[in-house]
Each structure stands twice: as structure tokens, then as C-alpha cells.
């Protein structure tokens, strides 16, 4: 008996008496427009107007249904009490496609049809076969003239089998209602399912939110990255002349701390972007650009010498950024990379219509070891051009490294921000 009255036909069995409710306002219209039409006739006890009504409330259910709204609040309710499984989801959102709209009044009116169809059984069957399981018992109930039974009804042996023909007209109501909710829970994911629109939207925003994770992911990576090589270099330059050079030491303490707080404040940025996924996508980050490239130079732990042509106010935020990460990303491999002894030299061009980054820094008299797993540092740094529409550049250059980058000032990202 659990098909059809456990918990799971319990809650289906609701959901369709709810849609024989959600039918009722359709079907007292469809009455109205019956008796226009017959207005001699008794609709209510008349089978033949109650189905009439019945076929003038379906459409009228249909069109109303396809308000975009409609869509997540009949998903709403299957949800709850349809028992779907859990590997064939249904559609988030209102529907905004004619396919999508078209699917959730169709899955309305199958919903208000079939429980308009069983609330009637329940309504009049439950209290009938209570009635004849009463037959055997009650003889002033077999005199009633409201069940008017035949003679031939009226004998031992049919009343005897009275409460087992009551006890099948409830199994098969309860039959019918599990087999009405099991179709219902069956068409669910079809027509309150994802449309190919529905799955390509989601794809869409889910593309977007990891494009935007892959770049907090860049931010910290160089931010944080950098700002650990640079204290390290100074931390273990302090501890060699720390009891020769006092100066020095207080210098790389300086620069350590003034290092750390300016990565905590980047840190805390990247971070608040990153909760703000609980109300929605988070924002696309933001951070430094040419503005800042003094103060980076000066505690980089390198000695730079740095030139700039043309004017870096001209250069619109988003690039200015994106600039000002690829220069620290390409100072925190010189200083995990490279020489010792000669100065990095960076070279930024305003151009008319591009902005250029040289940054030349030392080889080591020895290679450096490739650790497993190493190489991100100029992957992101290809990533960030080719993202405004850009390219770089790395490898030897008379006898050193170079790093080149070029940005265009004017990119189709760049309109959309």
C-alpha cells in the first residue's frame, strides 16, 4: 500500500487537490459562459455543462499561465510535493522565451487538469463508498431516498459485500490519484525543466563567474606573490649585515612593513569581492594602476631604473591595471630568477593607440631550477594581455631576460566597462 499512501502519494495527492483548487475561479467562469448560452439549464447538475465548463476553464488556465512569473512558482510547488529525483532538475527563474512560457502553461494546465479531475473524485467518492461500507449496518440508510437503491441491490449476500466494495472504490481512488501524481512528477522536468535557452543563459553566467574567479585568482597570486618575495629578499639581506650595517636593516624593515600593509589592503580587497558571491556574482576586481608604480618600485627589494613616454593618466583604468600587475609579476620572477649585481630596467610607452612595458632584468650565473607546478606567473601575465586584446613577449635578450608586453588602449572589454 505505500504507492498509494505513502508519504510520497500523500504529497502528490495534495498537490493535485491544489490544482483542482487553482482551477476553481476558471471553471465558475466557464459556468457563467454555459448558462449565457443555456440559460434554461442547471449547470451544476448537468454532467454534460460541468464538462463543458470544464473545457472553456482548461484555455482560459493555459493563457494566464503564460506570465513569466507562473514558471518558478509552479516549480516552487512541484518542488515541494511532485517527489521529483534529484538527478533531473527544473528550470530556475521566470520564463523569458516564448519556448520557455509555452512549456510552463502547459505543465499549468496539465497540473489544474488532472487535479480538477481528481478533486472531484475525492469529493464525491469518499463520501459514497463511506456510505455503501455503511449499508449492512444502518437499515434506515438503505430506505434513503437520496441512495434509492434497487431491489435487486437489496439482498444478503450484496450487502454482505457492501464494505469490500466501498474499500475498492477508495484503493481506486487512491490508484488513480497515484497514477495522476506519478504522471505529473514524470513530465515535471520536461515542461518546468531548463530550456536549450535556459541551459545556455546558465552557461553564460557560470562562464562569467569563473572568468572573474580566474582573475581574483591572478590578483592574489600576484599580489601576494610578489609581496612574498620581496619581503623575504629584504628579510634575508637584513639578517646578513644585521650587526654591520644598522642602516640597511632599518631601511629593509621599512620597506618589509610598508610592503605588507599595502598586499594586507590588496588582500582585503580581493577577499570582499570574493564574499559578495552569497548575493550574486562577484565583482570584477580592481586594484592599482601606473598611478601606483612608484611606490611598487621603490620596495620592490630590486633596484630598478625606470623611464615612461607619453603621459600614464592617458591610459584608460581597466589597462592601467592590468599594466601595473604584469610589471609585479615581472618583477617577482627577477626576484626569485634573477641576477644579482646590475639594476632591472623597465621602459613604459604611452602610445597612441598602445601601451608598451619593456622590463630587462639579469639572468643568474646559474639556471634556475624549474619547480614543479611553476610557470603561472607569466601564464597570468598572458592571460591579462590577451584578455583587452593584447600579446607578450618573454625570453633571453643579450644576455639577460626580457619581458614585453603590449595593450591596446581602446578594446571592446574596455567599452563595455
Known sequence: MTPLLGRRARQRW???IIGGALLMPYFLVGTVIVGMYRPDANVFSSPANQLIAFAYALPMAAVTALVPLARPLSVAVARALCGLPAD????????RTRQARVRSAAW???HVGLGAVISGMTLSLVPFSVGVMGLPFFAAERDSPVLDLPEALDRTWVLALAPLAG???LVAL???AAAAGALLANRAPVLLGPTPDDRLAAAER???ELAVRNRLARELHDSVGHALSAVTLQAGAARRVLDSDPEFVRAALTAIEETTRRTVGEL??????LRKEDDGAPDAPSGPGLDALDGLLAHCGLPVAHTTDGDPGAVPGAVSREAYRIVQEGLSNALRHGGRGEPVRLRVTVGTGELGIVLDSPLPERPPVVRPGGGHGLRGIAERAVLLGGRTEAGPHDGGWRLTARLPLHTPVQEQR
Do not use: E, Q, W, Y
Open 14 to 16: 495534495l498537490h493535485l
Open 88 to 95: 533531473r532538475p527544473l528550470a530556475d527563474g521566470p520564463a
Open 108 to 110: 499549468f494546465t496539465l
Open 167 to 169: 474499500i475498492a472504490m
Open 174 to 176: 487512491a490508484g488513480c
Open 206 to 208: 557560470r562562464a562569467a
Open 268 to 273: 582585503d580587497t580581493v577577499l570582499g569581492l
